[in-house]
């Protein structure tokens, strides 16, 4: 389980790392991986949550988007929804790269 | 695929969309929303002598649904208020031209369609109740 955990932050960690990068990006919660379990919830400038994963789909890249349940936060963060990538055992530093090509991908054509 | 999806016009619509806001002095105002997604909808009728002499939308939602809620207004803008009956699916999909939505999305484009249709059942049920059963039976929802 430790190796797992492990795994995970350092999954995280390069991911938070590669997002901070992208200026159009807005990522929810604490900084440290150790803070969190192994997911981000994020936004990408104006797109929609919806529009994010169906292009971000295009690409192989699986995420969740909406409401999570948890209307109420988004009110407070005032988002109409947010996007989640969350990552396990079975996810590769190499996915992360994708996935965040994907993003870029995205503000390409949304042109942000 | 999404590059076909998120064309110049859908876009567009997104980020400036046409005849959105609240309408003073509207005859029917009805809200809907898609509680899967959380896209919402409220479109305002002004309707004179049968036909819609101002129509405006306000929502929130991803760029389909609302770039498809702004491009309904432009349709039905001063037209008869009748036509909104004859609406259908594929009308909606050919006017926002993305008539390859998959099932997932396809809801995102429909729903100011349905949110129109109920307004236009609720304002002939307030104000001509006799015809509001026949519009009602030969509207389809989509």
Not at chain 1, 69 to 77: D, H, N
Not at chain 2, 56 to 61: D, I, R, V, W
Not at chain 2, 66 to 82: C, F, I, P, Y
């Amino acid at each position: 389980m430790e190796n797992i955990r492990k795994h995970e932050i350092y999954l995280t960690d390069y991911a938070l790392e590669s997002m901070l990068s992208l200026k159009y990006a807005t990522i929810y919660g604490p900084r440290d991986p150790k803070d969190r379990g192994g997911l981000i919830s994020f936004n990408i400038a104006d797109i929609h949550p919806h529009d994010l994963a169906t292009i971000m789909n295009d690409h192989g890249i699986a995420i969740r988007s909406g409401h999570h349940c948890a209307q109420v936060l988004m009110q407070r963060l005032d988002v109409p929804a947010t996007s989640r990538a969350s990552f396990y055992i079975y996810n590769t530093k190499e996915e992360i790269d994708r996935f965040v090509n994907a993003i870029k991908e995205a503000g390409r054509i949304f042109k942000i | 695929m999404s590059d076909d999806i998120y064309r110049e016009i859908i876009l567009d619509h997104y980020r400036n969309p046409r005849n959105k806001g609240k309408l003073e002095n509207a005859d029917v105002t009805v809200h809907d929303s898609n509680p899967l997604c959380g896209d919402e909808i409220d479109m305002h009728l002004k309707v004179d002598g049968g036909v819609i002499s101002d129509v405006k939308f306000e929502g929130k939602g991803c760029a389909i649904s609302q770039a498809s809620a702004s491009m309904l207004t432009e349709l039905v803008m001063g037209k008869d208020l009748n036509i909104v009956k004859d609406l259908k699916k594929e009308d909606i999909l050919e006017n926002i031209g993305l008539t390859n939505l998959g099932p997932a999305r396809i809801k995102c484009a429909l729903l100011s369609l349905k949110v129109l249709k109920v307004s236009m059942v609720k304002y002939y049920s307030e104000n001509d109740p006799q015809s509001a059963e026949q519009i009602k039976s030969e509207s389809s929802l989509y």
